[in-house]
């Protein structure tokens, strides 16, 4: 079969066939050839996909020639990063990226990944490409739990397998940290300038968890090497957004029925995209600013703004939502119950908020029950509850903190912490089985149901909770919601405590 002809009526993509594809296809106008790598980014997933590749591509479209192309590099022998790997390396790199509303859907393609390494294959290609003098910033998708600390006091997980093994191989990295300290060694001694390192993850002060996390480990590994990076290496702070689902065998089917392109991995997403920046490079950046990233002196507050309103929400919604039955988000803000749990959560976070240069908060929550309401955004509730471990902490427990602090209610801040120990069990209010998945699953499964309506087992998990579990009112009060989510289901406790 010819490369450029596809299965059946469909074009495979490649750089060949750009030219073959419909016209409601949106297609790369520069020429790829001409771009150079100024980007490492490591973690390509969905979400990279949709934001931060999109807004390169819309820049390469102002900028022919630039020298901000993106070397995508997957670290983990996984089948995720290894069908990734085959995918993109199939297809020069080129990928769909469909964006669905209700008022339909709009597809192109991104042609700002110019090349993919799998570092199980070659890990040494991995190190050159982060120590060659072109790339000057290295973005970070790499998940919550990728960062290796300790959620209950904030330290570096030095007994982490991923860490000893770097410790003792610098020479073999297989993590992140391992990685960029084995690229900025080769840097340091071939006189090179230091890349700056980007976080991308939705964790409040990204970029100062990476610096601290990296100053630790580059420390146990060379002293002099800590200090180098500690006095050149730049960790600016950002804030992203856009739901981004995890792309499924129907999205592949819709994307060759529809656009007629035989793309192995394509991503959907939905309109609504925001990426806020703080200007701290040390070496040179991107114009961001004419594609319509926003640079600011402090990220802080829309951090925060998004992940106590919008990631919290995210969570209330994937625990509550799958005990309760339901399979997307959307069919769950289809449920008047849900909608106002969503608003009522949103409203008990809002005083922890700061301010926010140009956003006004009433508009905003308005807005994300707009988004998470999207009926063409078939994003699953077990991509939601992944890693609750990693996710609690960064998404929930600050504002519960903030709140006991300052007072007022913490029904659904509570309820959503309930409604995590009630999933734990594995089974949602029918009693049909699902699976937990999360890296500490053992534990967590283990305490969640030795407590049963009892919380306390779960929360006197140091690593998680730190000394929240030692505050009468937050256990009583997420005592009562899991008691209520025992014995009368998800949906009835709303009612309840909506009455």
């Not at 070496?283 to 402090?298: I, K, S």
Request: aromatic share 8%.
């Amino acid at each position: 079969m010819n490369s450029n002809t596809g299965t059946g009526s469909t074009i495979k993509l490649n750089q060949a066939s750009l030219s073959r594809l419909p016209g409601n296809v949106r297609v790369p106008k520069y020429d790829r050839t001409q771009i150079t790598n100024g980007i490492v980014h490591i973690g390509v997933g969905g979400f990279h996909r949709s934001h931060q590749a999109l807004y390169l591509d819309e820049y390469f479209h102002q900028n022919p020639g630039s020298d901000w192309g993106i070397c995508g590099v997957g670290l983990l022998d996984y089948d995720y990063d290894l069908r990734m790997r085959d995918a993109l390396q199939s297809q020069d790199c080129l990928y769909t990226l469909v964006e669905r509303s209700q008022e339909g859907d709009r597809a192109r393609i991104i042609g700002s990944i110019t090349r993919y390494l799998f570092a199980p294959d070659n890990r040494q290609a991995v190190i050159e490409a982060l120590a060659d003098p072109k790339c000057r910033i290295v973005t970070l998708t790499i998940t919550e739990s990728g960062y290796y600390y300790i959620e209950g006091s904030g330290e570096f997980d030095v007994n982490h397998p991923t860490i000893q093994h770097d410790l003792q191989h610098p020479d073999r990295p297989i993590g992140t940290y391992g990685y960029l300290t084995a690229a900025l060694e080769k840097r340091r001694k071939n006189g090179l300038a230091p890349f700056t390192v980007l976080s991308c993850d939705n964790i409040q002060g990204n970029g100062d968890t990476v610096r601290k996390m990296l100053a630790t480990f580059a420390q146990m590994r060379d002293r002099e090497l800590a200090a180098w990076i500690d006095q050149n290496v730049a960790f600016p702070n950002c804030m992203v957004d856009r739901i981004t689902p995890l792309t499924t065998p129907e999205d592949i089917k819709m994307v060759a029925e529809r656009f007629g392109i035989d793309d192995a991995f394509p991503c959907v997403a939905e309109p609504f995209i925001q990426w806020v920046i703080e200007d701290n490079f040390c070496a040179d950046r991107p114009n961001w600013e004419t594609v319509g990233v926003q640079m600011t002196d402090d990220v802080h507050p829309y951090e925060m703004m998004k992940i106590r309103l919008l990631n919290a929400s995210h969570m209330l919604i994937g625990y509550l939502g799958s005990l309760a039955g339901y399979t997307y988000v959307y069919e769950v803000m289809a449920d008047p119950l849900f909608v106002q749990a969503v608003a009522n959560l949103m409203d008990e976070v809002t005083p922890t908020l700061q301010p926010v240069p140009g956003i006004d908060l009433d508009d905003y929550k308005k807005t994300l029950i707009e988004r998470f309401s999207n009926p063409k955004i078939r994003d699953r509730l077990p991509r939601l509850c992944l890693s609750g471990s990693a996710k609690i902490p960064k998404f929930v427990l600050g504002s519960l903190r903030d709140k006991l602090q300052l007072g007022g209610a913490i029904d659904y801040l509570s309820l959503t912490i309930a409604a995590w120990c009630r999933y734990l069990n594995g089974c949602d209010d029918q009693n049909r089985q699902f699976p937990i998945d999360d890296p500490l699953a053992d534990i967590l499964t283990q305490k969640a149901r030795s407590g049963k309506t009892d919380p306390q087992p779960l929360l006197s998990i140091l690593e998680i909770f730190g000394d929240l579990g030692e505050s009468p009112r937050f256990v009583e009060t997420v005592a009562d919601k899991l008691s209520s989510l025992h014995e009368f289901g998800a949906k009835e406790t709303l009612a309840a405590l909506s009455t």
